[in-house]
């Protein structure tokens, strides 16, 4: 079979699937991201029946799935929100640091990979998903809630760490010289600042580069800046959905509602295949290997990301439900563990750190998923209260 008709053939089949498994998650209440995964790994490596032709197509559609949902999101917020979201998210980041890199690092040791993999190992449980996290926060309709600035300052802050850490590495790694790794960080914070500076100073002459009431320039103007500028941040190793959000923090008014408008459609799709090419390129034969470690790990680190998350929320003077939504939303890691963890196997670290890494990401991506919704049930936020007032003291 020609190669173009086998992929047509796996990515409609793929997109089919997709769409009565999301129907199913709405149906039953449920996120549809764990569905994807499990479809993904259903026809990835190990699975029923492999799927190749369609692998570097949807690794692509995946890639912008992310920009995407982080471009959408900066639409939501301005550069002042955006400010004052980073000055109150500081020492929720450095808090966010030590809580979730230490027990990763911890866990290396004790395994005996030796003080390189630990260095690995703390990036992949430090870091959330911003791509997982950013759907969870539209699909549960809290874009607006007071928590969702504060949570938002510390994945900001996260993706900019990593402007530091993944150069640093490298070094580690690869043996790059250090020399070598302090230019690729100055060069990193350098577009960071740049990218910052314009979006807090002059969002309104970007704004007016695209026409609100025209649909087609707009989209195509938006669509193309958001992607030239996540594309020069991850050449300068600095996360391409820092850059994407930076344009959507960049775009106000008219402009920025209408661009989410016709950007939508387009985010919902490209969203969706990042999950399922997670699972796609997921070896399900190799999972059980390192089963273990990885739930040991996944307890300890969703504690430490609820702890996070509460205590940036606090911080911004958000109420205990709140605090409990942003710390649970925390919880999903994905796309920077698994290049972490690729980098480090591919320069020779224990190739079990890949293993271990998959079952990580997938069990926190499914694990907070649904731990997410749970402020949502009644029992929970009936508990919740409950604890309120047993803490408020009796009247005299």
């Known amino acids: 079979m020609h190669e173009t008709t086998l992929l047509l053939i796996e990515v409609g089949a793929l997109l089919l699937g997709m769409s009565l498994l999301g129907r199913l998650a709405l149906r039953i209440g449920l ?20 799927f190749d032709a369609s692998i570097e197509f949807l690794q692509t559609g995946s890639e912008i799935g992310v920009i995407l949902l982080l471009a959408l999101l900066g639409l939501e917020y301005t550069a002042g929100e955006l400010f004052e979201s980073l000055k109150s ?24 990979w030796g003080p390189i993999a630990a260095v690995a190992l703390a990036g992949v449980t430090w870091v959330s998903s911003s791509g997982v996290i950013a759907k969870l926060l539209r699909d549960l309709g809290r874009l607006s809630n007071r928590e969702t600035p504060a949570l938002l300052g510390v994945l900001v802050l996260e993706d900019l760490a990593m402007a530091f850490y993944l150069p640093v590495l490298s070094a580690i790694v690869i043996g790059v010289s250090l020399w070598q790794g302090a230019i690729a960080v100055a060069i990193a914070v350098t577009v960071v600042v740049v990218i910052l500076y314009i979006a807090l100073r002059h969002g309104a002459i970007v704004s007016k580069l695209f026409p609100a009431d025209h649909a087609e320039p707009l989209l195509l103007g938006v669509l193309g800046l958001t992607m030239l500028v996540a594309g020069v941040a991850q050449e300068v190793s600095v996360s391409a959905a820092v850059g994407a959000f930076l344009v959507g923090i960049a775009l106000s008014g008219r402009v920025a ?51 996070t998350g509460a205590f940036a929320a606090r911080r911004a003077g958000v109420a205990a439900l709140g605090q409990w939504r942003a710390g649970f939303s925390l919880i999903p890691r994905g796309e920077f563990s698994i290049v972490i963890a690729g980098l480090a196997v591919t320069a020779g670290v224990t190739p079990a750190l890949a293993s271990l890494a998959t079952d990580y990401v997938l069990l926190t991506i499914i694990l907070g998923t649904f731990l997410a919704r749970m402020p949502d049930a009644m029992w929970f936020r009936q508990a919740v209260r409950r604890r309120r007032l047993a803490k408020e003291p009796a009247p005299s």
């Open 31 to 50: 996120s549809p991201i764990p569905f994807y995964l499990l479809l993904g790994l259903a026809f990835g490596q190990g699975g029923i029946v492999p």
């Open 257 to 307: 509602a209408a661009a989410s408008q016709v950007l939508t459609p387009l985010r919902d799709l490209f969203a969706a295949t990042f999950f399922v090419f997670f699972g796609l390129t997921t070896d399900s034969s190799n999972l059980l290997s390192m089963l273990v470690p990885a739930l040991v790990l996944v307890v300890v680190t969703s504690a430490t990301k609820v702890a």
């Open 89 to 112: 998210a500081r020492a929720a980041g450095i808090v966010d640091g030590l809580l979730n890199a230490l027990p990763g690092a911890a866990l290396a040791l004790l395994l005996g």
